[in-house]
């Protein structure tokens, strides 16, 4: 809990930074049909009911995720609209008097995302945008009694639709590369990271 909220006072902070630079250069949006954003980044938020196995020392690693995002409409209104996909992983571990257990996830997922370009002509380098992602969310738990040895173990397999929604923004330091922040739920609640464009 206490690195979720750590990571929600990122994603603020780096909007507001962004958004206080509004009188940067103006020019063309940062997104628009043809542009390519990859991204990398960090997560916190999101446990898939670990806690409720009754482990309290468990040990939640943050998710990792990929995401891409192609503009393919503009002028859609006051934005472009992308699609693309995500790829993300989250694991977690607990360990003790002989015992072993891990919970992994793994989700791979389309996006479709809006990006706004009213702030283009005050601010060329930051890119507000939202979406949605909707997937599969691959679950994995193995448990290991190192006393019993594998008789007692118990690994099983799972698979879960996935539907979510994100408001996110990205600021670009340099043509090819930025950072982002996002707020929302797929394989995290908050995330922050860097991108290149292309």
Known sequence: MKNWKMLMAAVVLFSATAITNANAQGGEPPFVKGSNTIGASLGFGVDYGYHYAGYGNYTPLPAIAFTFD????????????GIGGVVGFKTARWKGNGYKESWTNFI???RGTYHLTLLADKN??????AGITAGFRIFTHKYDDAIYGSYYNDNYNSMY???GAFVGAKYNFAPNFGAFAEVGYDISLARIGICLNF
């Open 70 to 81: 192609h503009g393919s409409f503009e002028k859609i209104g006051p934005g472009t609209i």
């Open 108 to 110: 791979i997922g389309v």
């Open 124 to 129: 060329n380098k930051f890119d507000p945008y």
């Open 161 to 163: 639709p996935i539907l």
